[in-house]
């Protein structure tokens, strides 16, 4: 069995623990975090025919790929 002072003192000390760490959380919420914005990627890509430079005529079909990136729209980051 624990004696009764210690015990009262280790239950105020984790007490104590316990507000401060509550405070340190309480300020970092206070903070706002800084906002950036990510930008959305949308790819699209489609078969087509090219005709290659410096060929007699000669058509070729080839994929194109188009990646594109914006902001309007983007969803903010924290």
Known sequence: MMNAQLARALT??????LTATAARSRAAAA???PRRRVPHYRVNWSRTTLTQAGSAG???RSW???ISATTRG???VR
């Open 12 to 17: 105020a000390q984790r007490n104590d623990e």
């Open 74 to 76: 983007a969803s903010p």
């Open 64 to 66: 194109v790929i188009i």
């Open 58 to 60: 000669r058509r070729e």
């Open 31 to 33: 903070i706002p975090a």
